[in-house]
């Protein structure tokens, strides 16, 4: 049982290029969640996604799109990245139907820096 | 949106010794969690606490749904309790994430 993982841990774009982060868990969560972190702050929401073939925009969604495809993977689209977008990325899930609970679990963080 | 504060943002400690952080709330919530992002940047799930009590070792945490606070517990600190610890909030009834506070920086010197 690996929880959530990301892929990949670190990547170097250059402004203007396209890339995709691909979040998967195997505990068959239905919520699952896009967060960036920024240098001594705590995580921001950018995309959230309560069930397969569902996405909704979070906090600072703009410049990102996502798709969830298959209930197990949440992917996360930067269009073309800017250096602002430099920031670790983590991805997080959780089980939530209704009466369960609600714990989200995090993967170990995609570090994206935009040249 | 819900505002989440935690306090104090920075600590600093002797091997040993107990704290206790604190983390404020302006709405009623669902979720309530505590982490601790360890100087590899990885986020640790401590306690999924939207209300009352645990314990889980040298930690604990007490969430006061009704006055809109929780505190976190540290026990005999070791070097290795060093990080950021975050409180993040999920307001009752909504369907999105989490909301973090920024954290306190606790460093626990030996």
């Known amino acids: 049982n690996a929880g959530v993982t990301q892929t990949p841990k670190f990547r170097v774009l250059k402004t203007g290029q396209s890339m995709t982060l691909l979040c998967a868990q195997d505990m068959n969560h239905e919520y699952m969640y896009w967060y960036r972190q920024d240098p001594g702050m705590g995580l921001r929401l950018i995309h959230y996604?309560?069930?397969?073939?569902?996405?909704a925009k979070g906090e600072v969604p703009d410049g990102y799109n996502v798709s969830r495809l298959k209930k197990q993977n949440f992917l996360l689209g930067l269009e073309s990245a800017a250096p602002s977008q430099t920031s670790v990325y983590f991805c997080a899930s959780a089980l939530t139907r209704t009466g369960s609970s609600y714990e989200q679990y995090f993967g170990p963080g995609t570090r994206l820096t935009v040249t | 949106g819900i505002q989440v504060e935690q306090s104090p943002p920075d600590l600093i400690l002797q091997e040993g010794a107990n704290s206790t952080l604190r983390c404020n709330f302006s709405d009623s919530v669902n979720n309530l969690q505590w982490f601790h992002q360890n100087p590899w940047g990885q986020l640790i799930n401590l306690f999924y606490i939207p209300s009352g009590t645990k314990q889980n070792g040298r930690l604990s945490a007490t969430t006061v749904a009704t006055e809109r606070y929780s505190l976190l517990y540290i026990s005999s600190s070791q070097t290795t309790d060093s990080g950021v610890y975050f409180c993040a909030v999920r307001r009752g009834g909504g369907a999105d994430g989490l909301t973090f506070g920024k954290g306190t920086h606790l460093i626990i010197q030996p």
């Open positions: 996604s309560v069930g397969e073939g569902t996405t």
